[in-house]
């Protein structure tokens, strides 16, 4: 069992940066594979980054260059360093996490982010 709490979300310019932060509980955090989605108003929720048990990191291609995914195993902390954000990043952020072979998908609450002047 896992347990996952985002944080980082909030109100922020087009052009500015927010750090959001998914914390885990509960299992040997270092084996998941993490991944980043959001979800805007009638949409459906999408990958926006991954990062791998060894480090190994996927973005989708509307955030490349602008977002970075890491993680501290020590701290069983996953980051999404969000750079250069747009209107259309705005959406609820959701972290989820997955333990390879495994079947069960864990998910957080999410955490607000809203992009706007």
């Known amino acids: 069992q896992v347990q996952l709490v985002e944080s980082g979300g909030g109100l922020v310019q087009p052009g500015g940066s927010l750090r959001l932060s998914c914390a885990a509980s509960g299992d040997i955090f270092s084996a998941y594979g993490v991944g980043w989605f959001r979800q805007a108003p009638e949409n459906r929720r999408e990958l926006v980054a991954g990062i791998s048990s060894n480090g190994t990191t996927n973005y989708d291609d509307s955030v490349k260059g602008r977002f970075t995914i890491s993680r501290d195993n020590a701290k069983n902390t996953v980051y999404l360093q969000m750079t250069n954000l747009k209107p259309e990043d705005t959406a609820v952020y959701f972290c989820?996490?997955?333990?390879?072979?495994?079947?069960?998908?864990?998910w957080g609450q999410g955490t607000q982010v809203t992009v706007s002047s």
């Open positions: 989820n996490a997955k333990r390879p072979f495994f079947p069960k998908i864990y």
